[in-house]
Structures are given as C-alpha cells and as structure tokens.
C-alpha cells in the first residue's frame, strides 16, 4: 500500500523559530509536493521537486523553502516562523508522468496525513 | 496561482439525500480528479477522469469529465454519516504536466 509521511501530526512554535517539516515516501515517485490548506481557500501549493536536489516555486513560496537530498524525502523549512504561516501543511507524491511513458494514468497525488502548525 | 472554481462551498444535508458538487474553469483540462479528505487527514484520491464526457463511477459515487474539458461534477447518492468531510476537485493540464490545480474544496455536513 502507498505510504507517504509526514514527521509530525500537530506542531506549537513561537515567532521567529526555524520549523522543519518531514515527509517521506517509499512509493519511488519522483515528484514531491508541499502544500498548505486554510479554510476557503483550498490547498494552495508552496513547492514541489520532480528530482533530487531539484526544486521549483509553486504559487505560494514567500517565507518557505525545501530540501530534497533523497528522492523519498522532502522537507519544507521555514526560516523564521511568523503567525501566518499557521496553517495545515500537506505533502504529497507523484509519479512523474513523462517517465511514465505518457500515461493518461499517471500523476495522481497521494497525500499524507498532514501537519498542523501553530505559530504563537 | 490558478484555481478552480468549486461549488457549493459548504453543504448541509440530511442522511439519505443526493449530492451533487462542481468544479468550473477557464481553461481546458486534460485530466479531472475528486478527493476527500476526511476530519484530521490528508486527501484520498476518490474518482479520476481522463477523457472528455467520461462518466465513473465508484459505488454511490459518480463523476464526469465535461464536454467542455472545462468543467467536472461529482454526485452521492443516498449519503450516510461516513461522507462527511471536505471534498476537492483536481485537474491536469496536459499529459505530462506535473502539477494539478485544485478547487476551494466543499465541505459536506450530514445530519442524522
């Protein structure tokens, strides 16, 4: 069964902190998303890399970065944590549709459970 | 970013009851998704869509792809308690593109 995880399920921070969010799949996909979900506004994506070491900016990156060391990790960071970045962060997996062959098939997400972040 | 227009923002049924929810864009799509995400979770891919006009279904559920390729509804039929949750639509825009554009969500209450 596909799995992807994220480290920690709810997380209280103070202002100015440095916050490091883990995921991890073992699905082998190449693409990995990072994603923040607030009420009316959907998920709203914040990075995503489709390699290791590779990385692009999604709609949302201001105050964020990643890392992606290892093809089944992926780790958003926030520098200096601010209260608006209080929210639901979701990771989520990917095959990598041209690798696929172009398979109509592919490029589903699958999501972990999420990590609510409080910031003080 | 772009967004997908997804309605109704909220839904408040009684067990039993049909529902029916849409997602509607500007652009064409090649690929339309469905997934819920239950209370405290992350999304479940529900239903997936690949070609203009397909109807699916996935036992009381039931999605279509619009002619258009630029709208998607999704349909419950007969709804019982474990429905609730927040329901996304999700589209792709070409057959190798990596990322999806998700709706607003819907949030489905059922009361008994």
């Known amino acids: 069964d596909v799995k992807v995880t994220q480290s920690s399920r709810y997380l209280v921070k103070r202002t100015g902190e440095k916050v490091f969010l883990e995921c991890v799949q073992d699905m082998d996909h190449e693409n990995m998303f990072w994603y923040r979900q607030d009420p009316g506004l959907g998920l709203r994506l914040i990075y995503f890399s489709y390699d290791v070491k590779m990385k692009e900016k999604g709609d949302i990156p201001e105050g964020y970065s990643v890392s992606r060391e290892k093809k089944e990790r992926f780790s958003l960071i926030l520098e200096s944590a601010s209260t608006n970045q209080t929210s639901m962060y979701l990771c989520?997996?990917?095959?990598?549709?041209?690798?696929?062959?172009?398979?109509?098939?592919?490029?589903?997400?699958?999501f972990g459970e999420g990590s609510r972040l409080t910031v003080l | 970013g772009q967004q997908l227009n997804q309605s109704p923002q909220s839904m408040f049924i009684q067990e039993g009851e049909d529902v029916s929810m849409n997602c509607t864009s500007s652009s064409i799509f090649n690929t339309w998704l469905w997934y819920k995400q239950d209370p405290g979770e992350g999304p479940v891919l529900l239903i997936a869509l690949y070609k203009a006009g397909e109807l699916t279904s996935n036992g009381r559920l039931t999605a279509q792809f619009g002619i258009t390729r630029k709208d998607s509804f999704l349909n419950i039929s007969a709804s019982i308690p474990s429905d609730v949750g927040i329901y996304f639509c999700a589209g792709r825009k070409g057959q190798g593109a990596q990322k999806l554009v998700f709706g607003q969500g819907t949030r489905l209450t059922i009361n008994p």
């Open positions: 989520a997996s990917s095959l990598n549709p041209l690798l696929a062959g172009g398979s109509a098939n592919t490029g589903e997400l699958f």
